[in-house]
């Protein structure tokens, strides 16, 4: 009953809304490249997401953004306030971060444009989705004055697609040891139940290889996912130039943030992303090696990790 409610609430919200939604699409001006992260599932594109964010102006789809994902842009500018004041405290819950003014992923937002197939390039993406898309991002800067960062690794083998909508859009790839990678994705998927472990139900992002490993134990998924995810955006920044992806190492990340996002500003700020300074990062993050499976996942995980090697 309360999810019928919430529902009708915020379709009732979508309707009042819409007329403002059509201006705002119509009026922003886009300034500077977007920015995307990508990367594995479990690898640490949320933390950086927040450190960005933390640390730097950009305009974001929050979590406001992504509950009325059908008015993202008038629901920005009601929470304009509370999306600029935003602090968070370096928590998330698989990805999630608590509060209106927080960055989300937007993947109720994105599903409006890319919720039929896999979309890895443009072939068959409309030019009405692609200005419909440049729009909305650019709305979203006008209204929170920043350029545009996004956190969703269903991005991370869409590079192409992503080049095609927008020819300037930056990226940055965190990578974690692949070991410590895979098992906090077949902990996440355990807790969360899972694919589908017969079928080719993928666990967040499905990589190129994905049909080699339908059916297989959650271990063998999990390495390949990783490696498959890494391949899939080597094999794209080769056709979109390499000089657009700046890749940062979680556990270095976590020891120094101020030195990895100095490295992203300069990589920014060299292809005509100006960041104007927002906050402080924290000193550092722990960083600790995930703790070993079961003999009997360990094994697995380092057999199908021989085998990629």
Same mark, same amino acid.
């Given at each position: ?10 379709? &009732? ?101 890319? &919720? ?6 443009? %072939? ?63 902990? &996440? ?6 694919? %589908? ?68 500003? %300069?990589? &920014? ?7 104007? %300074? ?32």
């Amino acid at each position: 009953m309360k999810k019928l409610a919430i529902s009708t609430i915020r379709a &009732a919200g979508h309707v009042a809304m819409m007329p403002v939604e059509r201006s705002l699409m119509a009026n922003g001006s886009k300034a500077s490249p977007p920015v995307f992260i990508i990367g594995a599932p479990r690898s640490g594109t949320s933390l950086l997401y927040e450190l960005m964010i933390t640390r730097f102006r950009f305009a974001y789809m929050s979590n406001a953004a992504h509950r009325f994902y059908r008015t993202p842009l008038t629901a920005s500018r009601l929470f304009r306030g509370t999306i600029r004041e935003w602090e968070g405290n370096f928590t998330s819950k698989y990805g999630h971060i608590d509060g209106w003014g927080a960055p989300n992923e937007g993947g109720w937002i994105w599903q409006r444009w890319l &919720a039929d197939g896999d979309w890895r390039d443009a %072939d068959g993406f409309g030019d009405a989705s692609k200005d419909q898309l440049r729009r909305l991002t650019a709305g979203l800067e006008t209204i929170l004055g920043g350029p545009f960062l996004n956190k969703n690794v269903m991005h991370s083998n869409r590079l192409r697609l992503m080049d095609a909508i927008w020819p300037d859009a930056l990226f940055v790839e965190v990578k974690r040891d692949v070991l410590d990678n895979a098992r906090s994705i077949v902990r &996440a998927e355990r807790v969360e139940a899972g694919p %589908d472990k017969h079928g080719d139900i993928w666990w967040s992002v499905r990589p190129k290889l994905a049909s080699s490993y339908a059916g297989k134990p959650d271990t063998e998924r999990a390495i390949a996912q990783v490696i498959g995810v890494e391949r899939d955006i080597a094999e794209d920044v080769q056709a979109i130039g390499s000089e657009r992806l700046l890749s940062v190492d979680y556990s270095e990340m976590c020891a120094a943030p101020e030195a990895a996002l100095s490295r992203i500003r %300069d990589f &920014a700020e060299a292809r005509g992303c100006t960041l104007q %300074d927002r906050g402080t990062a924290p000193d550092k993050f722990p960083v600790r090696p995930s703790k070993p499976m079961s003999d009997a996942d360990e094994a697995s995980l380092q057999d199908v990790l021989s085998r990629f090697r």
